[in-house]
């Protein structure tokens, strides 16, 4: 699936849908800044992976501070069975530059 603009989460957001937020960075990143998102550093996605079966066919935004953590997560998702999973492009970086 495509990746999704930090506008268009935002909107999405915005308009009340219901999306799976996963954010990959460390603790102490998301205890600073984070967008709601489910904590699930990515050293450790893969060992509760199979705690999120039921996400398989549903969308989930993945997210990092710039792109590059969460793009790892998405295909590592994708090689698990995901088959809707999307990065955030730009990461908190580009959201906290954009709309704080």
């Not at 079966?53 to 990092?64: I, L, S």
């Not at 590059?68 to 995901?82: C, L, P």
Request: glycine share 8%; hydrophobic share 40%.
């Amino acid at each position: 699936m495509e990746d999704i603009t930090i506008e268009e989460l935002k909107t999405r957001l915005d308009d009340g849908e219901n999306i799976h937020l996963i954010d990959v960075r460390e603790e102490w990143e998301h205890n600073t800044f984070n967008l709601g998102g489910r904590l699930i550093p990515l050293s450790t996605l893969p060992a509760v992976i199979d705690d999120y079966d039921e996400w398989m066919d549903q969308e989930v935004v993945v997210y990092c501070k710039i792109g590059g953590r969460s793009a790892t997560a998405k295909r590592f998702m994708g090689k698990e069975g995901f088959s809707k999973v999307r990065n955030l492009i730009g990461g908190v970086k580009a959201w906290q530059s954009a709309f704080s």
